[in-house]
Structure formats: C-alpha cells, structure tokens
C-alpha cells in the first residue's frame, strides 16, 4: 500500500513540473512563427484598392469621387496638383504633364513626360495615350471635364475664396495625400503658413490697399473674390479698391489711374498679368503704373506700391504648397523687411 501511495505521489510530483514548464514556454519571448504570423495579420488593416474623394464636377459643383488607391500613372492638368504631388514625394508617378514656365516645376518637363497641352486646353489623344489611372485638372479645364472622364476618373481641385487660400490648400492636399496614404504628411508640409499669415495680418491691421492686375497696358482693380484675394481675406488689408458685391474673380474690374489718385490708398499691390503667361512685347506693370497721376499718391511717395515678384505663381497655381510659400515671401519680403 506504502508502494502504491509513494508511486501516485511521485506521478503527481512529475505532472505539476510539466505544467510549469509549459506554461514558462508559453510567456517566453519566443514564440512560434505561426502565432506570431497569425496576430501580424490580423492587427493588419487591408489595403484599399480604391478611395473615395470630394472632387468638384465638370460644374464646379462638390462629388464624391472614386479612384484607384496608390495610383501608379498620373496625368497632370493642374499646376497647383502637381505642386502638391511633388511636395508629398510621389512625383515619380507622373507620366504626362501641361506646359508651365514654373520654375520648381521644370523637372517635369522633359522627353520622358508626355506633353499633354497647356491649363486652358488638353490634348485629349496624349493624355490618352499615356493611359493614366487618374488625372487632375484645375478650373480653366472644367469644360473638359466629361471628356477627359472618358479616359480617367478626373480629379478637379479649386481654391475656395471664402474658406480662404491656405485652408484651401490644406484640404486639397489633404485630399491627394488620401490617394497615397500620406495625409500625415500634411500639416508637417504646412507648419508654418498659419503663423506667416499672422504675422502679415499684424502688419496688415488698419491698413488700406487696392489689389489689382496689369494687363495689356491696363489696370484692373481685384476684390477678395478670385485672385490674390489673399491679401484682403487673410491677411486684412482693407481693400477698397471695389465693391464687395462687384465680382471680380476672373480678371478684376478695369480702373481709371484717377481712381486709384481718389482711393489714395496705404498700399497698392501688382500682379503682371502679363509677365505671367510671357505676352510678348507688353509693357512692364511698373511703366504702366508709374504715371504722373499715381506718382502722386501717398502709395507710392512712401515707397509702398508691392509689385508680386512671382506673378505666374499667383496667377497660374495659386492652391500648390510651395506656390503658397512664394506667395508668402513676396509679402513678407516687401511689407516686413527691415527698411518697413
């Protein structure tokens, strides 16, 4: 009987010590490669093969749009697209591309990608050709929007006055980055626009100004409606060059050089249309500007008539991240210098 209970204890015995052994090789460290596998995979969310995007129609009115998830050939009809997809590190998938005379954009003007027309007109059999899974237009192309639909989904971008520049931009870009799984990139991208715009805003405070834009030896006043509306909306300028109820958002309103003398503004801003998009032969803004008549306001005797250094930036890619930036600096560079 002795014999008996010694074996059933020492069989006991054995049986606890193979539990705690399995149980320390459980909470060790090394698992097997399967269960590891196994949880991989399932904390792993799956990728998407399509997103759906707010795009704006053929009408300029919001969509909802689908497209291909990391799209690997992209046409570009936009300058301010391109803008974006080149600072968010995908512009390797760009296979065909409008002119621009933008100089942060040449690299994408060569041999090895397609020419595909210019911002106002598309060359629908190049941009065929290069069978894109995505293309992007901006507005002077919305015209074109069913038919480059044909080829494509079509992705059209605008900036929002009311919403304002730079949050028009943080949107858009948000928007592209969502195609590629790069929206965390965004705000890094965009750090220091709210701050610059303060800053401006600061100077800006009590202000008045008129904007507007030199163009076939006229001068025509904008509102905050349509271009450069940044000065006047963002940053705060008082702009009295019109009516708040006048549109001027495609070409601004043409103005008499005695209207600017009865204004007599605190600052006069310049866009060259005319420098923009290389008119041949035009006048400089500066020679139409500087006439008997407005060298007599107070604008210019205090040295306060901004010329925009990059007038192609704010008249053809507004909504792009470093065409933002330029912007910026030809503000800050003429209003908060040293000699201000």
Known sequence: MKKILSLILALSML??????????????PSASP?????????????????????????????VELTVPYDPQRIAILDMASLDILDALGVGDRVVGTASTSLDYLQDYINDDIANLGTIKEADLEAVMACEPDVIFIGGRLSASYDALS???PVVYLATDTQLGVVESVRQNATAIA????LEAQVEELMADFNSRIQALADFAADHTAIVGMVTS??????GNDGRCSLIGREIGFENIGVDAEI???????????EFIVDKD???IFVMDRDAAIQTEGAQLAQDVLENDLVMGTRAYQDGHIVYLAHPAVWYTA???ITALDLMLQDLESELLSASR
């Open 15 to 28: 049986a606890a010590l193979a539990a705690c052994s399995n149980t320390g090789d459980n909470s060790s």
């Open 34 to 62: 399967e269960a590891s596998t196994a949880g991989s995979n399932s904390a792993q969310p799956e990728t998407p093969t399509q997103v759906t995007i707010t795009s704006l129609n053929g009408s300029g009115k919001p």
């Open 150 to 152: 044909q080829i494509a």
């Open 178 to 181: 969502s195609l590629f799984g």
């Open 217 to 222: 030896g006229s001068f025509n006043v904008l």
């Open 247 to 257: 549109d001027t958002s495609t070409h601004g309103n043409e103005a008499s050089f």
């Open 265 to 267: 503004p605190d600052f």
């Open 318 to 320: 507004e909504g792009g």
